[in-house]
């Protein structure tokens, strides 16, 4: 693993199924985020995290959950999706809260039907 | 809460300058970053101010003024390759990294 790992890259989902994208880092970053980016709005802060076990809450929390068990690892849950749930995510991670620069993954295509 | 502000498209031709503005409205401010993405791919980032004042990278600069809630982007020297969504995205004192929307910089001949 080199920089920030997501998994899966792409997913069709049924809705109200339960799904965990992960994410990974190696680089011992203390703070980590994940982001939806849907077009025409950016990327939305869903969760975040500023050092193991803690995490708060972002711009568009409904419907997501998020642990930080340890410093690599966080992982995103959808209890039950939902067709507005469709999206690219995108995990990021960086040094420390207020550390310059945030490193990102390659992101997840995630759709509901 | 936070809010950030920036236009939704620039077009420009090869070797000009542009400058994309962002206005924001973030409760415990602590700085202001820049990133750029193409199309499908990962955001990386360009730029940081956490003070007020002129930051230059290369052919990228990035400005702030706190007193007015206000920074730029500017990009000099224009390539086909800066064809890309680019956010200002702002920190503050609880750890949230915020975006704005983006803005599209489309490159011409």
């Known amino acids: 693993i080199a920089g920030i790992t997501q998994a899966p890259t792409s997913q069709i989902l049924a809705a109200g199924r339960r799904m965990t994208l992960r994410c990974t880092q190696d680089m011992r970053h203390n703070a980590m985020y994940w982001y939806r980016q849907d077009l025409g709005l950016g990327l939305r802060l869903i969760h975040y995290s500023n050092t193991a076990g803690t995490t708060g809450k972002g711009e568009v929390p409904d419907g997501y959950s998020v642990s930080r068990a340890n410093t690599d690892d966080f992982p995103l849950t959808l209890a039950s999706a939902v067709p507005s749930q469709t999206s690219v995510y995108f995990c990021a991670s960086r040094p420390g809260q207020e550390n310059t620069e945030a490193f990102f993954g390659q992101g997840t295509r995630l759709t509901v039907v | 809460g936070q809010s950030l502000e920036q236009p939704s498209e620039v077009t420009a031709v090869e070797g000009a300058i542009v400058q994309i503005n962002c206005t924001y409205q973030?409760?415990?401010?602590?700085?202001l970053s820049w990133y750029q993405q193409h199309d499908g791919g990962a955001p990386t980032f360009l730029s940081y101010?956490?003070?007020?004042g002129l930051e230059e990278t290369g052919r990228f600069s990035s400005f702030l003024s706190r007193s007015d809630s206000y920074g730029y982007l500017l990009l000099q020297e224009l390539q086909m390759k800066d064809s890309a969504s680019y956010f200002c995205?702002?920190?503050?004192?609880?750890?949230?990294?915020?975006f704005g929307a983006g803005t599209q910089v489309v490159v011409t001949p």
């Open positions: 995205a702002s920190t503050d004192s609880w750890g949230k990294l915020q």
């Open positions: 973030t409760s415990g401010f602590y700085g």
């Open positions: 101010n956490g003070l007020d």
